[in-house]
T-cell receptor, first 110, second 112 residues
């Protein structure tokens, strides 16, 4: 079992829909990242959070440390949001290591 | 553009070849990272450098050899690779370790 699990693995929705991607982890962490990877490989860091909630434009990320769970929400989704969304956690112990989820492939149809 | 560049973007090599991947950032960051992304697998951390010193070597085979000559450049030297080493190799940098990482576009490597 992976230390970081994302759901769903694949998500297809219509333009305008509200999107939620979930991330659960089983280890102690100091921070959690949400990343976006477009076709071709480029990765962009969307959020880094250790508590509460962050918002940037149409994107909202929340984290519940007690439940070891984070969600990424996209409001008013658009085809350009189509990408793979990756959750990664920074382990609290040991060396400086990011552990990644397997990613959620999001497709927004016009 | 994240400010992190990687060359080459694509590389095909035979198992007996020696090649190097290059990563460059002029963001003033002190930490740099190599990641491997294989098909249908999560990203895997390979190496972490902080202030040009290696601080993490994530059980990577010796056929991968990193080099960080200064805080702006990071290399990954490749020799006698195997076909299963074919993957996307991503470089990233951050101001300090544990801070937000900025990723390069990656080098897509195919080992024949």
């Amino acid at each position: 079992k992976n230390e970081v699990e994302q759901s769903p693995q694949n998500l297809t929705a219509q333009e305008g829909e509200f999107i939620t991607i979930n991330c659960s982890y089983s280890v102690g962490i100091s921070a959690l990242h949400w990343l976006q990877q477009h076709p071709g490989g480029g990765i962009v860091s969307l959020f880094m959070l250790s508590s509460g909630k962050k918002k940037h434009g149409r994107l909202i990320a929340t984290i519940n440390i007690q439940e070891k769970h984070s969600s990424l929400h996209i409001t008013a989704s658009h085809p350009r949001d189509s990408a793979v969304y990756i959750c990664a956690v920074l382990l609290i112990q040991g060396a400086q290591k990011l552990v990644f989820g397997q990613g959620t492939r999001l497709t927004i149809n016009p | 553009e994240t400010g992190v560049t990687q060359t080459p973007r694509h590389l095909v090599m035979g198992m007996t070849n020696k090649k190097s991947l290059k990563c460059e950032q002029h963001l003033g960051h002190n930490a740099m990272y190599w990641y491997k992304q294989s098909a249908k697998k999560p990203l895997e951390l390979m190496f972490v450098y902080s202030l040009e010193e290696r601080v993490e070597n994530n059980s990577v085979p010796s056929r991968f050899s990193p080099e960080c000559p200064n805080s702006s450049h990071l290399f990954l030297h490749l020799h006698t690779l195997q076909p299963e080493d074919s993957a996307l190799y991503l470089c990233a940098s951050s101001l300090q370790i544990k801070e937000t990482q900025y990723f390069g576009p990656g080098t897509r490597l195919l080992v024949l």
